[in-house]
């Protein structure tokens, strides 16, 4: 290297930038392989890097805005302000990061920089040593000052809107199945347990959650008389049902039962009432979850479906990801791997199927349909995953267009273009939007709209004027030309 040349190294730590004055040296290579030799003896590496200039972070809140910037590529103001104060003619600097290393050449485009090997081995030294190399500077108060930076940018990283968290949904559609399975085991339990005293019951009633209800009430069914006919009539929501039921209490073939083995039927539908009415709230919840977190893809499949896409997919944003091809397959991983070993044929729909718009299509239309929907789901999830404000108008035109192909694929009716429909939508966005959000293009779109509708002369005064002015032009032109002519 040249007597002339000066290479400094810049180091970003918790508490602020510093900048250090390494040795000159000629050969890259043998410098490298000795400093190597001297991280670990602050002696030998001190004679390496001496420090320049220090600048500390004011605030801790300063320190992380610092730190996002550093991590997204872009030179925070601080560090420019620091690069000029060190100085920048006939200066190489040496910067560990990539990222950081084109965002300062962007700003400052003389200075020279430097990375690779070399500068990865005295930044290694530097944080060995830096505590010794800056003065009031404390390895406790150095390592909590990194402490407390971590845990900021981190929680800056992971904070979300607790409001739009998609975990709840998966964690609310999974326990909603586990319920569905234990809810049916155990109705089945009681059928078989009950229909030991009461047999005819299972044949009236089919439901599980009303049979439950119903052993509760009846109990002994050599107990069941008129006056409990009302009460049985309200739980069935069937009076001929009811009266069907009472008839067979009186003629059963059942078997008598004790007391002891009654009060445990009767806990047993009672613990399984209570969870069919849970299963019952839980969709609530996760109805009114879905529509704060994916409005739109709740509108256009409803909100199991949506709720099992996102479960299946890991989240709403890897959902968004998916082209419209995963999308469509989605569920059905092990028939696509199987159909490629044996070069069957793939499968055309995954957890869609569940949807009512596949089961509405004829079999021929089934695919296309498939397909066609996939298409308009990876629109909604990115709608859902990227929009700040959430509202489900994109779903609903969305699933117009999703109700038009079906009536395209049966009469031959042809749908309105992909184009005209999401206008209507956005126009319907922009109305719904917020006085706060996006003024300026409010104030224009009212603006054009009194153009339109309340200076209709003026306009058509205008569209005149524009006219007059093209018919003139051309005359101009002649005459230039007859101008040239005569010349």
Known sequence: ???????????EHATGYAAFKIREFEEES??????EECIRDYAKFSAVAQLVAFSPFKTAQSALENMNAITEGILPEELKNFIMQVGTKKLTLGVMENKLASAIQETFPKLKLK???LIQEITRGLRVHFYKMVKGLTPDSGSKAQLGLGHSYSRSKVKFNVNRSDNMIIQGIALLDQLDKDVNTFAMRIREWYSYHFPELVKIVNDNYMYA???NFIKNRKELDEEKLAGMEEIIGDSAKAQAVLDASRSSMGMDISPIDLINIESFAIRVIKLAE???KLLTYLQTKMSSVAPNLTSLLGESVAARLISHAGSLTNLAKFPASTVQILGAEKALFRALKTRGKTPKYGLLFHSTFIGRAQ???KGRISRFLANKCSIASRIDCFSEIPHNIYGEKLREQVEERLKFYESGVVPRKNVEVMQEALELANASAPAGADGGKKKKKKR????????APSTADNTMEIDEVEETTPKKKKKKKNKDAED
């Not at 290297?1 to 180091?11: A, H, I, W």
């Open 1 to 11: 290297m040249s007597g002339e040349t000066k290479l400094n190294l810049l180091f």
């Open 30 to 35: 043998m410098f490298q392989s000795e400093v």
């Open 115 to 117: 990375v690779g090997g």
């Open 213 to 215: 209800r119903v052993v």
């Open 278 to 280: 849970y299963r019952k």
């Open 363 to 365: 079999t021929i239309n």
């Open 448 to 455: 054009k709209i009194t153009e339109t509708e309340g200076e």
